[in-house]
Nanobody, 117 residues
Framework: QVQLVESGGGLVQAGGSLRLSCTAS????????MGWFRQVPGKEREFVAR????????YYADSVKGRFTISRDNAKNTVYLQMNSLKPEDTAVYYC??????????WGQGTQVTVSS
């Protein structure tokens, strides 16, 4: 069983930056592909970014490409999402997720990001 805990959310003005962290329990974090998703009330959860276990391959949603960066530190069991040039439409609850295969078996509880205009 893997538990994921996000942190780093908050309120920021448009154009500002935040860094989200997601720390995993267990000793097999380096085996997991990790992703970030976000959800706005009344809308479906949407993909934001993912990083493979090797850290070599990353992939981003078009809406955040060039502004967000996903990274991981396997020694700290942590995956990060650096968010720059934030826009009001980035406001959402952000979730990290981990999985061994093509999907994500484990999810965090979410952290709120609010971007004011």
């Amino acid at each position: 069983q893997v538990q994921l805990v996000e942190s780093g959310g908050g309120l920021v003005q448009a154009g500002g930056s935040l860094r989200l962290s997601c720390t995993a329990s267990g000793r097999t974090f380096s085996s997991y592909n990790m992703g970030w998703f976000r959800q706005v009330p009344g809308k479906e959860r949407e993909f934001v970014a993912r990083i493979r276990r090797s850290s070599v391959n990353t992939y981003y949603a078009d809406s955040v490409k060039g502004r967000f960066t996903i990274s991981r530190d396997n020694a700290k069991n942590t995956v990060y999402l650096q968010m720059n040039s934030l826009k009001p439409e980035d406001t959402a609850v952000y979730y990290c997720a981990g999985g061994l295969g093509g999907g994500y078996e484990y999810w965090g509880q979410g952290t709120q990001v609010t971007v004011s205009s």
